[in-house]
């Protein structure tokens, strides 16, 4: 009984989803628009990218919590949770006085995940199903918003980090781990990234290699007011030997 009502409070906010939320074709009335990204997207093959085994055993999770700044207490939003690898070890990291999001956009992966959580007891965690295009973080609430290999799988890139914004709390943080190849690949260039970031209005305050994640570690801070979607100068995806940048 215990597990069932933890379930049931666990998947509140994303309980009436049946199918896999898509971006539509036209906007909504009033909705602002935003720039369509110039690159490819990659499509999600699998809620695992390595066994949990393997991944502790390169100390993954602990490293990229390290550099992350994740600590006791915070509040820690996981995007594209997937399987739960890092909902599990940011629940233990962040303790009893911290909150864990953990959010996909698949229903299926979601609610698997929703089990694992009331099965391992994390009271400390909330599952709930986000819109491809709109995390739907509640406002100044979030000190880190992780991203782990699943940037890449972003369609609407400036829409999506455009709407992530007002979730942070006053210095908040966005934590990217991604591989440093094009995004057809399962990967994204730095350069790209940063270039997407930076035209929402962050500012990158680190980048560091990372082989035991898999590629490397990105960390964005917002900067100055949010831009209005009108004026965000999408990034064109650059030909050899040339660096990505605004376009226009």
């Known amino acids: 009984m215990r597990a069932a009502v933890l379930l049931g409070l666990i998947l509140l906010g994303g309980c009436d989803a049946t199918q896999p939320r898509t971006v539509p074709d036209e906007p909504e009335r009033n909705a602002p628009r935003f720039p369509r990204a110039d690159r490819p ?4 093959v699998s809620a695992r990218w390595s066994t949990e085994e393997a991944r502790d055993r390169l100390n993954e999770a602990e490293a990229v919590m390290d550099r992350a700044g994740i600590a006791a207490g915070m509040t820690v939003a996981d995007i594209g949770a997937g399987e739960g690898y890092y909902t599990i070890r940011l629940a233990q990291r962040v303790g009893p006085g911290g909150r864990v999001l953990a959010e996909d956009i698949i229903p299926g992966i979601r609610d698997a995940l929703a089990q694992r959580v009331a099965r391992e007891r994390l009271d400390n965690v909330s599952v709930r199903l986000g819109e491809p295009d709109d995390a739907k973080l509640p406002a100044d609430s979030f000190d880190r918003v992780l991203m782990v290999h699943m940037y890449h799988e972003i369609a609407e890139p400036y829409a999506f980090l455009w709407k992530l914004r007002p979730g942070l709390r006053r210095g908040g943080r966005v934590v990217v781990v991604d591989a440093d190849r094009p995004t057809q690949n ?12 930076a035209a929402v209005g962050y500012r990158q305050v680190e980048m560091q290699r990372m ?38």
């Not at 997207?41 to 999600?44: D, E, G, P, Q, S």
């Not at 399962?186 to 990234?193: D, N, R, V, Y």
């Open 41 to 44: 997207v990659a499509t999600i």
């Open 211 to 248: 082989a035991s994640a898999g590629g490397y570690i990105a960390v964005f801070e917002a900067e100055g007011p949010r831009p209005e979607p009108a004026a965000i100068r999408p990034c064109r995806l650059p030909g050899p030997a040339q660096t990505p940048g605004p376009r226009g």
């Open 186 to 197: 399962h990967g994204t260039p730095p350069a790209l990234l940063r270039c997407e970031f």
